[in-house]
């Protein structure tokens, strides 16, 4: 492993634990130690809703931007961008039908794609 794909993998990781951990936080520890209601719980959980909606605006798109870099940078090492004269290709060409493959035919590309749908099923979720 590369030291870029350790610093993508890092921020992908710790940016999924911030997320993941939010909800955590949430549903097993503020939520049950709250007040019942009143002027004093309604604050708080606005409170606590605000600040979750903020690392949820964070996370999700440090997750997706870290993800897309972590393929690329696969990609670059299985050589699956570049075309046989070393340049960058445009839509169409060797690149594309590289990436495809890469995301079609390999385990890691299978799981990047079922990530992806998790992050987008996430994202819907929390839309509002």
């Not at 993508?8 to 939010?22: D, E, P, Q, T, Y």
Request: proline share 6%; net charge positive; aromatic share 4%.
């Amino acid at each position: 492993m590369t030291e870029l794909q350790a610093a993508i993998r890092f921020v992908h990781l710790a940016a999924a634990v911030s997320v993941a951990g939010s909800f955590a936080f949430i549903a097993l520890i503020a939520l049950p130690a709250m007040p019942p209601g009143g002027v004093a719980g309604r604050a708080a959980r606005e409170a606590l809703l605000r600040t979750h909606r903020q690392c949820l605006l964070v996370g999700l798109p440090l997750l997706l931007v870290s993800a897309l870099a972590a393929l690329v940078v696969q990609a670059v090492i299985l050589g699956a961008p570049a075309t046989p004269g070393g340049a960058s290709g445009g839509p169409g060409d060797e690149s594309s039908s590289g990436i495809v493959t890469l995301l079609t035919q390999t385990l890691y590309g299978q799981v990047w794609l079922l990530r992806m749908g998790l992050l987008a099923a996430l994202a819907i979720v929390c839309w509002p």
